[in-house]
């Protein structure tokens, strides 16, 4: 199976907590790449982040930071003092092949909202 | 200077109508899709076109059909529109296989 499971639908935590979305993927591909977008409530998709197979780095950037981990096919991404501006739906996606051609496989999304 | 845009941002329309959506991106990219965003926030690949070629096209009712006339635009044309088809319909393009995806702002499609 190739699929992307983000089991937290909805968080709910105060300005300045740090907050931590997960997601698990399940795939075939030796090569895949994994993606992180935001979609705010003005409803645009916005890329945040990709990851190869290949590269377990952890990243940061800014208040945003990402923890890939193979053995357990976990990509989570965790915001560092959240702010009411982060509130938004974080999807969780996978890159997999489809024929010649590679598709997304999308999480159903996580639910954030940061309360002042 | 919008990357991907997409036309119309709303559509009213009642049940039965035909209408279309047009997407145009100016990054030059090679591969261009559409997915389906429902009341739940769920996104479905739709159809995926790389260089006007239909690459992916998921179980859609042959209600919806693409078109490519270069593989700048990608438009998506809906006949007999039933009231399950509302929902957000997004244009997106990427340059290679391995890269992210760009998205149109999304087109709120309402059946009435």
């Known amino acids: 199976a190739q699929k992307v499971t983000q089991a937290q639908t909805e968080i709910s935590v105060v300005e300045k907590e740090d907050v931590t979305l997960d997601c698990v993927y399940e795939?075939?591909?030796?090569?895949?790449?994994l993606f992180w977008y935001k979609q705010p409530p003005s409803g645009e998709l916005v890329f945040l982040i990709r990851?190869?197979?290949?590269d377990e780095q952890n990243e940061i950037s800014g208040r945003y930071s990402w923890n890939f981990q193979k053995s357990t096919s976990s990509f989570n991404f965790t915001i560092t003092a959240s702010q009411v501006v982060d509130s938004a739906v974080y999807f969780c996606?996978?890159?997999?092949?489809?024929?010649?051609?590679?598709?997304?496989?999308w999480g159903l999304g996580t639910s954030l909202a940061v309360n002042p | 200077d919008t990357a991907v845009s997409q036309t119309p941002k709303y559509l009213v329309t009642q049940m039965g109508n035909d209408k279309s959506i047009k997407c145009e991106q100016n990054?030059?990219?090679?591969?261009m899709y559409w997915y389906k965003q429902d009341s739940k926030k769920f996104l479905k690949i739709m159809f995926s076109?790389?260089?006007?070629?239909?690459?992916i096209n998921e179980t859609v009712p042959n209600r919806f059909s693409p078109k490519s006339p270069d593989k700048a635009h990608l438009n998506l044309h809906i006949n007999s529109l039933e009231l399950g088809d509302s929902a957000v319909y997004f244009c997106?393009?990427?340059?290679?296989?391995?890269?992210?995806?760009?998205f149109g702002q999304g087109t709120r499609l309402t059946v009435v």
């Open positions: 996606a996978l890159s997999v092949e489809a024929g010649n051609n590679r598709k997304l496989i």
């Open positions: 795939t075939r591909d030796t090569t895949y790449y």
């Open positions: 076109y790389n260089n006007k070629e239909l690459i």
């Open positions: 997106a393009s990427r340059r290679g296989v391995h890269t992210e995806a760009f």
């Open positions: 990054l030059g990219h090679d591969t």
């Open positions: 990851r190869n197979s290949f």
